[in-house]
């Protein structure tokens, strides 16, 4: 069993960068994939981004491609979104998620195991 606690939402003015953290128990880190998924208000989970197992191959949405980047540390079993000029269309609860095979996935129901998520909002 994996455990995730995403941290580093919070408030921030358009054209701001955050860096979200999402940090992995109870588990061999490296064994996962994982995937950045964010949620708005009235809206479906939308995927973000993933990375593979060893953080060779990562693979963004076109929304936030050239803003976002997507990175992993297998050491300290991290995984992490680095959010620049963020946009109040980027406002939503992000969630990071993992599932058990080497490569990531686009689509939400093929990760076993999600965070609590974390708020940003992004003011205009």
């Known amino acids: 069993q994996v455990q995730l606690v995403e941290s580093g939402g919070g408030l921030v003015q358009a054209g701001g960068s955050l860096r979200l953290s999402c940090a992995a128990s109870?588990?061999?880190?490296?064994?996962?994939?994982m995937g950045w998924f964010r949620q708005a208000p009235g809206k479906e989970r939308e995927f973000v981004a993933t990375?593979?197992?060893?953080?060779?191959?990562?693979f963004h949405a076109g929304s936030v491609k050239g803003r976002f980047t997507i990175s992993r540390d297998n050491a300290k079993n991290t995984v992490y979104l680095q959010m620049n000029s963020l946009k109040p269309e980027d406002t939503a609860v992000y969630y990071c998620?993992?599932?058990?095979?080497?490569?990531?996935?686009?689509?939400?129901?093929?990760?076993?195991?999600w965070g609590q998520g974390t708020q940003v909002t992004v003011s205009s």
């Open positions: 998620a993992a599932r058990g095979v080497a490569r990531g996935s686009t689509n939400p129901l093929e990760y076993n195991y």
């Open positions: 109870g588990g061999t880190f490296s064994n996962y994939a």
């Open positions: 990375i593979s197992q060893s953080g060779g191959l990562t």
